[in-house]
């Protein structure tokens, strides 16, 4: 634990800033004069479980990463709708002290925001009047090692405490009213290629989380900390000691995958079961079924990312949506999309939780996962098996060609498809909201030993420069698997989507333009230039009566988009 | 362009004319006794003595701990650098670290290229990301290196060795340099040696 305990959240903040001036982090911090009265703390309300589990029905608040423990990111709110989103406007703006890649999912607690930066800054913000409560910047250690950009993606509260993890791979709860340091603990060692840019998820007083680290030759893992004191409740291994599966030579959806199960056999006689430095990071939010109790979630890419060589077999459970029970985190079931992946198809985007129908056209309890592959995947809740998947929201081209030393174009690319933006559903649409890329790659594979934490990509992906890229917004029928609509925009698609009761659908793109969709259509019914990149999930809530929707806008560091640092509040004028 | 050969030439002098008796264990010594060791070659001044020596003072603590950690384990290899690590252990590994972050880049002022070789520069780098790691605008961050206003010899020698397989402490950085064109790697060099440092020590 760091000793940086104060009883006042600005002079933490103060003192945190004075005493890593000299760290990197600082390259990118913007020099910010600051008032230096002491500020009262924010009034944040204690936050229950019950308004954790009732988070899906609160217009007020915003209290989960998506929104609520399903994840549909469905606002119930509709006084900003179809009709009116036209006159949408800023409320606010709130600079922060970072410009860096931003991906930070709003959390709104009562009249307090909480949001992050890149290098894993923490403000406590009026959500009214966008006013800063207190501002929280961790201690870095000078060990961390990530592959994607300093991302953070946001906070989980519970009780009077805030939580998020690090880039050097550390869970940190905070003082929900002051933003002073509760406890601290170390998730894993940095310097074996683990870290932390996903928000956490709170829930019956464990704080779940996965870790990155799949281009570094990690064993990944998904854990329940106490909420109280940082203590490890218990440990997933997301690559399980027998890894190799059942030699499966096709991948979800019946196409061939190419591989070479004599040569794989020959290896694993040769080299055993590669679980030690299989990769499969957990990089995204669980989703939490309380009557189930149990949690779902997606398991990243194996290591290393395009040379299957070293790792024989299905590489379980990478790529697979996999089930654990809540209270012990004993595994239920799983699912694998991609097994032996050679071309960094992380799942990734966050798992929805929600009613869908079997193959008969009976309503069972679903699970619904959008992949880099550019497929919604629509599986069962009860054994993990999978009902359908969509129409491809990306063109597929040379899929799946293997990886060659001289390189060999594919599309989808590594990026995707649907990267980690999280998805939003409309249930009365029976719709589901993706965000996707199209962006062709050379896939080059090249053979090195596992080399103790650093980068190992078994070769290199590369953008092919010349070839056109562009995203596009779609709307995926989760019950058909067929494509309702789909808006392509300039850019690749990163950040995520909000839908809302006002039959709405937000999400922002690359070049700055943050837009509202109608549900039904995907006709754009209102845009706003943000002036960086909009690449993070957008919030909504709602204060003395008045509904806002809220987005970071500060690019992306993985594709490059132009960097900003601001939040950005709307509202009806 | 000096050969690698020649250039390690160059710093071997460098390094036996500054310390004829090169120290074989130092672990008892201060931070700072330890560090007048580096100033032989790295530069009292943090400016460098030879074009093909990195430098330093300013360069990011995770990073710069790698590389001691790895020339000890070998493999980073590296004769002049091994006798330095060898009598060093983790913790002086990690002062060393913290001492040359904390000190200020030196500023060279290495000029702009020719915009065509901007150009083949910037299209090289979008290709395979190096932002990614690196960052916007090549600070780097923890164990990820800063590339701008380093020596762009440097520059050019590092990415040819991780080329080649010669640098073998980084076989993703082997594999990211293998995909981009020999050709392409000297204007790399020179664009990335002309940005601006920022932070750096300060």
């Known amino acids: 634990m760091v000793g940086m305990k104060s009883s006042h959240a600005y002079a933490a903040a103060l003192t945190a800033l004075l005493a890593f001036s000299v760290l990197p982090a600082s390259a990118q911090e913007i020099e910010h004069h600051k008032n230096e009265k002491v500020k009262p703390p924010a009034p944040a309300p204690t936050v229950t479980q019950e308004m954790l589990t009732n988070a899906g029905s609160d217009a007020k608040q915003f209290l989960h990463t998506n929104l609520n423990y399903e994840q549909t990111r469905f606002y119930p709110g509709k006084q900003i709708n179809a009709s009116n989103v036209s006159k949408l406007r800023p409320a606010w703006i709130f600079q922060m002290d970072v410009r860096e890649s931003l991906e930070t999912s709003p959390i709104i607690v009562g009249n307090v925001m909480y949001v992050t930066t890149s290098f894993d800054h923490v403000y406590a913000l009026n959500a009214k009047t966008g006013e800063e409560h207190w501002h929280y910047k961790h201690k870095m250690g000078p060990i961390t090692t990530y592959c994607c950009g300093p991302n953070n993606r946001g906070v989980a509260v519970l009780g009077d405490k805030v939580y998020f993890a690090t880039l050097d791979a550390k869970l940190v709860a905070l003082d929900a009213k002051t933003g002073s340091l509760v406890w601290e603990t170390e998730i894993a060692d940095p310097e074996l290629g683990y870290s932390e840019t996903m928000a956490p998820t709170a829930v019956n007083g464990k704080i779940l989380i996965g870790t990155n680290g799949g281009e570094y030759g990690i064993r990944g893992f998904f854990r329940a900390y106490d909420a109280n004191n940082g203590k490890l409740v218990w440990n997933f291994d997301t690559i399980p000691e027998n890894s190799v599966g059942v030699w499966e030579t096709k991948d979800a959806t019946g196409h061939d995958m190419h591989r070479d199960i004599a040569a794989e056999k020959a290896q694993l006689a040769k080299t055993g079961d590669p679980y030690k430095t299989l990769g499969g990071g957990v990089w995204q939010n669980a989703a939490v079924d309380l009557k189930l109790n149990r949690i779902y979630f997606v398991v990243g890419n194996p290591s290393p990312d395009l040379d299957g060589a070293p790792r024989p077999g299905d590489n379980l459970y990478t790529d697979s949506l996999v089930a654990l029970d809540l209270n012990t985190g004993n595994y239920i079931c799983h699912f694998q999309y991609i097994p032996h992946d050679v071309w960094d198809l992380d799942s990734v985007s966050p798992p929805i939780l929600i009613d869908v129908k079997d193959k008969d056209g009976k309503t069972v309890p679903g699970v619904v996962h959008a992949g880099k592959t550019g497929y919604v995947y629509v599986n069962k809740r009860d054994d993990c098996s999978m009902i359908r998947f969509s129409e491809p929201m990306v063109a597929q081209e040379n899929f799946w060609t293997l990886p060659t030393p001289e390189g060999a174009r594919m599309l989808p690319g590594a990026n995707g498809g649907v990267e980690w933006s999280p998805m939003a559903v409309n249930q009365r649409l029976n719709l589901a909201y993706a965000v996707n890329l199209h962006q062709p790659m050379t896939y080059q594979v090249q053979s090195s030993p596992y080399p103790d934490g650093k980068l190992w990509l078994g070769g290199a992906f590369k953008v092919i420069p010349g070839e056109e890229q562009f995203g596009n917004v779609s709307a995926v029928n989760y019950n058909t698997g067929k494509i309702k609509w789909k808006v392509t925009t300039p850019q690749p698609m990163m950040g995520g989507v909000l839908a809302t009761a006002g039959d709405l659908v937000f999400t922002g793109e690359a070049d700055g333009w943050f837009r509202a969709y109608n549900a039904d259509s995907g006709k754009i019914l209102w845009s706003f230039q943000a002036g960086a990149g909009v690449n993070a999930p957008p919030s909504a809530y709602a204060i003395d009566g008045k509904e806002y929707i809220v987005v970071g806008a500060g690019g992306n560091t993985q594709i490059d988009f132009k960097r900003g640092n601001n939040i950005i509040a709307f509202t009806l004028d | ?202």
Not at chain 2, 13 to 28: D, E, N
Not at chain 2, 61 to 85: F, I, P, T
Not at chain 2, 180 to 192: F, G, N, R, T
Request: aromatic content about 6%; charged content about 15%.
């Open chain 2, 1 to 202: 362009m000096m050969s690698a050969k020649r250039s390690a030439q160059i710093a071997i002098a460098g390094i036996v004319a500054a310390f004829p008796l090169m120290p074989t264990a130092v672990s008892a010594a201060s931070v700072e006794e330890n560090a007048q060791i580096c100033a032989g070659c790295h530069g009292e001044n943090g400016v460098p003595q030879a074009k093909t020596t990195p430098i330093i003072w300013g360069q990011n603590e995770g990073y710069l701990y790698l590389q001691l950690r790895d020339y000890k384990s070998g493999a980073r290899k590296n004769e002049q650098m091994s006798s330095v690590v060898a009598g060093l252990e983790k913790a002086d590994f990690k002062a060393l670290a913290s001492h040359f972050a904390g000190l200020k880049w030196p500023s060279m002022n290495f000029p702009s290229p020719p915009k065509d070789v901007t150009k083949v520069a910037l299209t090289a780098i979008g290709s395979v990301g190096c932002t990614s790691c690196h960052l916007d605008q090549f600070q780097g961050d923890g164990t990820t290196a800063r590339l701008a206003g380093q020596q762009p010899e440097y520059l050019f020698d590092t990415m040819t060795a991780f080329r080649d397989g010669s640098r073998a402490n980084n076989p993703g950085m082997s594999d990211l340099m293998k995909a981009v064109q020999p050709a392409d790697l000297k204007s790399i060099a020179e664009y990335l040696a002309s940005l601006q440092v920022v932070g750096g020590g300060q």
